[in-house]
Structure formats: C-alpha cells, structure tokens
C-alpha cells in the first residue's frame, strides 16, 4: 500500500539553505531595543497614573 502524504502546505518544494549574516542580527537586536525601550515608557506612563489614582483614592 502506497502512502499519501497530500497535506496542504506553504513549505517550499525544493529544499532551502539560509544564512543570516551579522546585519540581519544587528537588526533584530536593534528592533527589540527599541521595543523594550517603547515598552518601558508605558510602564512608566501607566505606572504614574496608578499612583495618581490611589492618592486620590486616599
């Protein structure tokens, strides 16, 4: 009995090698830099304004 592997799939047919070279690193490291700094500065933000919202809960 023959197996049919008939899935559907967005894989490539042909099979594939990449590299990633160092510019495609400094980018990702870049990106997420940046990403934590955003997320630091709404924390800060939301972080502030609890604080006002229990002084004026007091």
């Known amino acids: 009995m023959e197996k049919k ?3 559907p799939t ?5 099979k ?3 590299i990633e070279t160092n510019s495609n690193l400094e ?5 997420s830099v940046n990403k934590h700094k955003e997320y630091e500065a709404v924390n ?3 972080g502030a ?3 006002k ?5 007091l």
Not at 10 to 14: G, I, L, N
Request: hydrophobic share 25%; glycine share 0%.
């Open 5 to 7: 592997d008939n899935y």
């Open 10 to 14: 967005t894989a490539p047919k042909k």
């Open 16 to 18: 594939e090698i990449t």
């Open 27 to 31: 980018n990702a490291i870049e990106n």
């Open 44 to 46: 800060i933000s939301i």
């Open 49 to 51: 304004d609890e604080i």
């Open 53 to 57: 919202q229990q002084n004026e809960n």
